[in-house]
């Protein structure tokens, strides 16, 4: 009876044991293709650089770096740094006697930094090696307002004296610019260097959060370019005084402690 067991269904027990072995490595080879990446989605990090536009600055609103790493197939999460410039939008540029131009009652640059920390989806997936790839974003974070003394070159003699300016013989002074003090418009003749003052550079704390829709493109896998676009509402604990009026009372109707923002970040970079 042995015998006849072993030589006839022995084959049999054979296939029997291969199924059994193959059954019990299904879900363990099953597993390790779950967990390898996806053709699209075969990197781990991305890092980008951008340059900004938006509403509350001016023709170059600012530039920013982002590192994001990927969660799964769908989610990222990601870290940026922002550095940009804002804009009052009552300024008013004037020209100077000698050609000179200057910003009226401009008494600060306002810089901010924007650090921030945030969540990407995948909305629509791009093919690997083309097409448009849509994601949308959200972040949030600190930002830190500088306010960045602006100046003024200053003729004191000819303030002093109500003649013309004689740029070789006058005293002229860069200072910055306080319309309660430099009251003669006559004898302001330029705008002074930019970071003339930036020892004196004022900190005003605040909060920022965003949300935008980003748009790649590209050919290759490891390369990065595109643009995104948004909304940003950003603000701090007292207002930005950017500019200072004659009158102490208006300095409340010209500046402003809330600034949202439309914005346009063209970027890029690229991943591993």
């Known amino acids: 009876m042995y015998f006849f067991t072993s030589r006839f269904l022995g084959p049999l027990g054979a296939v029997l044991l291969v199924a059994a072995q193959a059954q019990a490595q299904a879900p363990a080879r099953s597993k390790a293709l779950s967990a390898a990446p996806s053709d699209e989605q075969s990197y781990h990090k991305e890092f980008v650089y951008g340059v900004n536009f938006n509403t509350q600055g001016g023709l170059l ?25 804002l804009k009052n939008a009552k300024e008013e540029r004037r020209n100077t006697i000698v050609g000179g131009s200057y910003i009226y009652l401009k008494s600060n640059y306002a810089f901010v930094l924007r650090p921030s920390v945030g969540v990407q989806r ?115 604990t007292k207002r930005l005084l950017i500019l200072s009026p004659t009158i102490l009372s208006e300095k409340d109707v010209l500046n402003r402690q809330f600034f949202p923002s439309v914005y346009l970040t063209l970027y890029f970079g690229h991943r591993s």
Do not use: C
């Open 122 to 236: 995948v909305l629509f997936r791009k093919a690997a090696d083309a097409g448009v790839q849509v994601n949308a974003l959200l972040s949030a974070g600190p930002s830190f307002g500088l306010l960045l003394p602006y100046y003024i070159a200053y003729d004191r003699t000819s303030a002093k004296s109500g003649t013309p300016p004689n740029l070789a013989a006058d005293e002229i002074v860069n200072e910055q610019f306080d319309p309660t003090k430099h009251t003669d418009i006559n004898s302001i003749l330029d705008r002074g260097p930019l970071f003339s003052g930036i020892s004196q550079t004022k900190v005003v704390p605040g909060f920022h959060l965003r949300g935008g829709l980003s748009f790649e493109y590209g050919r290759y896998r490891d390369a990065v370019t595109g643009m995104e676009v948004g909304v940003l509402v950003e603000g701090f």
């Open 61 to 85: 609103g600012g530039v920013s770096v982002r590192s994001t790493r990927v969660l799964d197939d769908q989610m990222l999460r990601f870290w940026s740094i922002e550095g940009v410039m």
